[in-house]
């Protein structure tokens, strides 16, 4: 069966340190990834999207990237954290070629930047 | 554009009360998938159901069922004798074949008290 692996699943970072969250999946092959993040009161807003190795889709513009390594490997990175950056980051996964599939989550990091 | 609205923001109810949770949502596609997430005090999202736009059959698993209406573009989720064990967040998701991914709304907060 799949299962998706995200850590730590909670971080403190203080304003202008880096950041690096992981994200792996296991019992797939080259699905599709995804990074959210859910601010308090904004539900869930997509940050990046993965369909592969390499190729990354940015949603919204902002202070953190992403890459995708390996097959089943997502990471979430900020080269200096902002205060707004708080929030609670959730990767998934769907499976590759089919549009109308459902999304599997990770158990999420909360972060707080202070 | 894709939009997702759940305008309820909190909804609290007593132990076996019945409660609709309200999703609107936008699209241009005549072929899209709805769903809904259940987001325990955990933090993870737990996947409940998937509906595709050609099937307006209303759906029932156990003390949850969906109704949607095309009419009113909604995809409303009604508990049957709440518990405590409901109480989380509640997400109402879209994608459609020009999407990249699921598209969220704010989500309702359901508290169920005893």
């Known amino acids: ?114 | 554009a894709q939009k997702v609205t759940q305008a309820q923001t909190e909804i609290s109810v007593v132990e076996k009360e019945d409660v609709t949770l309200d999703c609107v949502y936008e699209t241009r596609d005549t072929t899209y998938y709805l769903f809904w997430y259940k987001q325990p005090p955990s933090g993870e999202l737990v996947f409940l159901i998937r509906r595709n736009s050609f099937d307006e059959q209303n759906e029932i698993s156990g003390r949850y069922s969906w109704n949607f209406q095309k009419s009113t573009s909604s995809f409303n989720f009604t508990i049957t004798a709440s518990q405590v064990v409901d109480s989380a967040v509640y997400f109402c998701a879209l994608r459609d074949q020009a999407g990249t991914a699921l598209i969220f709304g704010k989500g309702t907060t359901l508290s169920v008290s005893s």
């Open chain 1, 1 to 114: 069966s799949q299962t998706i692996h995200q850590w730590p699943a909670t971080l403190v970072q203080p304003v202008g340190s880096p950041l690096s969250l992981e994200c792996t999946v296991e019992g797939t092959s080259n699905p599709n990834l995804y990074w959210y993040r859910q601010a308090a009161g904004r539900g869930l807003q997509l940050l990046f999207y993965s369909v592969g190795i390499g190729q990354i889709s940015s949603e919204v513009p902002q202070n953190l990237s992403a890459s995708r390594p390996q097959d089943r490997q997502f990471i979430l990175s900020s080269k200096k954290l902002l205060l707004s950056d708080s929030g609670f980051y959730l990767c998934a996964w769907s499976v590759a070629g089919h549009w109308n599939t459902e999304a599997f989550f990770g158990q999420g990091t909360r972060l707080t930047v202070v």
